[in-house]
């Protein structure tokens, strides 16, 4: 029998689960790094996502912390989607994927992991990149760890947060 490892989610299983919106915990944090927070503009941010459906998934959300774009103004849905445009720059910089998956999961029937916070899931994505382990095993895998993963994209990041 063979074994994945994936030592770094012990750091979740074990410890203190945060309270609260975690999209708004990482805009609001004082350490950033540990929160995956790549960029922030005035109406969004982004960050990468801790349980990816494939390396490189990032969350791009606004700052309003509403379930679905009926909640913002203009201003924040322009906001968010030019940050969008943004990180899906950044992404295909950074990992030159072959496609992308842009997404979101609007209430729980649709799949929302959290549906109070309206957010977009980038996802990169490589021909062949599935086979049958999710399948046959439910399990995912990685090659990369996200703190590896978090440094190789935030440098493509920096434009933005220069922005602020």
């Known amino acids: 029998m063979r074994h994945l490892w994936a030592p770094w ?3 979740y299983i074990l410890g203190r689960k945060p309270e609260g919106c975690f999209l708004c915990g990482a805009v609001n944090a004082r350490r950033r790094r540990s929160r995956f927070m790549l960029a922030e ?3 969004a941010a982004v960050v990468l996502n801790k349980y990816p459906y494939a390396a490189g998934h990032v969350l ?3 700052k309003a912390h509403v379930p679905d774009l009926d909640g913002l103004s203009a201003d924040a849905l322009t906001g968010l989607f030019s940050l969008l445009r943004d990180a899906t720059a950044a992404v295909r910089t950074a990992f ?3 496609g992308l998956n842009i997404g979101a999961n609007i209430g729980k029937a649709a799949g929302a992991g959290l549906e109070e916070h309206f957010h977009l899931h980038v996802v990169p994505r490589w021909n062949g990149d599935h086979n049958f382990m999710p399948v046959l095993a439910e399990t995912m895998i990685f090659s990369e760890h996200l703190a590896a993963t ?3 994209l935030l440098p493509y990041f920096d434009f933005i947060n220069k922005k602020r």
């Open 9 to 11: 989610r012990i750091q």
């Open 41 to 43: 503009t005035e109406h």
């Open 60 to 62: 791009v959300f606004p």
């Open 96 to 98: 030159s994927p072959d």
């Open 150 to 152: 978090y440094h190789r």
